[in-house]
């Protein structure tokens, strides 16, 4: 089984990780969408988020953008990480899973720099 954590608002995927709205958690078999749930976002806090979503047992993240840290956690957690993505949340995972979506490599180095985020 896999599980696919979509950082978002509400429906939406969100530009920015940490401070998303909720992560739409979708689980899957043999490529397909089995099971979804949708929790909200515990607080953002320096190095948690990735840890709390490794304890749920999530193996993709997917982002709009993400901060480097986070995805050096993940990294480390071996958690693939897609940013850069764009849409309704359960269309991305579905996208995930047919081999259809890419990361841009979009990563957020300071939040005042918004450009960096692909906006």
Same mark, same amino acid.
């Given at each position: 089984?896999?599980?696919?954590?979509?950082?978002?608002?509400?429906?939406?995927?969100? =530009?920015? !990780?940490?401070?998303?709205?909720?992560?739409? &958690?979708?689980? /899957?078999?043999? #490529?397909?969408?089995?099971?979804? %749930?949708?929790?909200?976002?515990?607080?953002?806090?320096?190095?948690?988020?990735?840890?709390?979503?490794?304890?749920?047992?999530?193996?993709?993240?997917?982002?709009?953008?993400?901060?480097?840290?986070?995805? =050096?956690? !993940?990294?480390?957690?071996?958690?693939?990480? &897609?940013?850069? /993505?764009?849409? #309704?949340?359960?269309?991305?995972? %579905?996208?995930?899973?047919?081999?259809?979506?890419?990361?841009?490599?979009?990563?957020?180095?300071?939040?005042?720099?918004?450009?960096?985020?692909?906006?």
């Amino acid at each position: 089984m896999l599980k696919i954590a979509v950082a978002s608002e509400n429906e939406m995927v969100s =530009e920015h !990780f940490g401070h998303c709205a909720n992560f739409n &958690i979708f689980e /899957a078999e043999e #490529n397909k969408l089995v099971k979804s %749930e949708t929790i909200p976002n515990p607080g953002h806090k320096p190095g948690f988020l990735p840890n709390f979503l490794n304890d749920m047992g999530v193996n993709v993240i997917i982002s709009g953008g993400m901060g480097g840290g986070a995805i =050096e956690i !993940f990294n480390e957690k071996g958690i693939e990480v &897609i940013v850069g /993505a764009r849409g #309704n949340a359960k269309e991305i995972a %579905e996208a995930y899973l047919q081999g259809k979506l890419k990361s841009t490599g979009s990563v957020c180095h300071e939040h005042k720099h918004h450009d960096e985020c692909g906006k």
